[in-house]
């Protein structure tokens, strides 16, 4: 989580979701509908949460940004995560954590892999669009909270975006059995 500027950030964030889209663009029916391992969500349902969390987080990222935007607070585009957002990461990645999704970001399980990846391009057109502010805005100060992390600035957000496709990731090609 070594980011110095916004564009670190979305440089990692355009990563993460280019290794989602290869790993789960050409799934079969069958391998869509793999359990997790407790078995609650499938590889289709995670991607479904991944599109809901994605929008909410920009609709998050917006609001902060143009707030912080209307108070005048400028940036050059350097990266100041909050500490508690650093530790809290850390602490997730050293115990292997699991984490339950609030109701309303878990899957439904209405929608494919095709429709779910839509809205994730959806989403990063919205993240494309705001990055003026992003470079332009200090979203350092003004705060939503996370259920897990606490109080979490838009550049918080914007970094976990990346964090959290990268996990899903991770447990999706553990359920398909790949390393890629």
């Known amino acids: 989580m070594n980011f110095e500027h ?3 950030v979305y440089a990692a964030n355009a990563a993460a979701r280019t290794r989602l889209v290869i790993t789960v663009s050409e799934l079969s029916g069958e391998q869509a509908d793999l ?3 407790n078995g609650k969500w499938t590889v289709s349902g995670i991607v479904e949460h991944l599109a809901k ?3 909410g987080m920009s609709r998050i990222c917006y609001k902060l940004l143009s707030k912080a935007e209307e108070e ?3 940036s050059d585009g350097t990266i100041n995560l909050s500490a508690n957002f650093i530790d809290g990461v850390k602490k997730l ?3 292997k954590q699991r984490l339950e999704a609030p109701e309303v970001v878990q899957p ?3 929608q494919s892999i095709e429709e779910s990846l839509e809205n994730l391009k959806n989403v990063a057109n919205q993240l494309d669009a705001m990055r003026p502010l992003f470079e332009t805005v200090d979203g350092s100060e003004l705060r939503f909270p996370h259920p897990y992390f606490g109080p979490m600035s ?3 957000w914007l970094v976990l975006l990346g964090l959290h496709e990268t996990r ?3 447990q999706i090609e553990r359920i398909l059995g790949t390393t890629k």
């Open 6 to 8: 916004v564009a670190d």
């Open 35 to 37: 359990p997790t391992e």
């Open 53 to 55: 969390v994605g929008d």
């Open 72 to 74: 005048g607070k400028t």
């Open 93 to 95: 990645a050293t115990e």
């Open 108 to 110: 439904g399980g209405s």
């Open 154 to 156: 838009a550049q918080d």
């Open 168 to 170: 899903h990731t991770d």
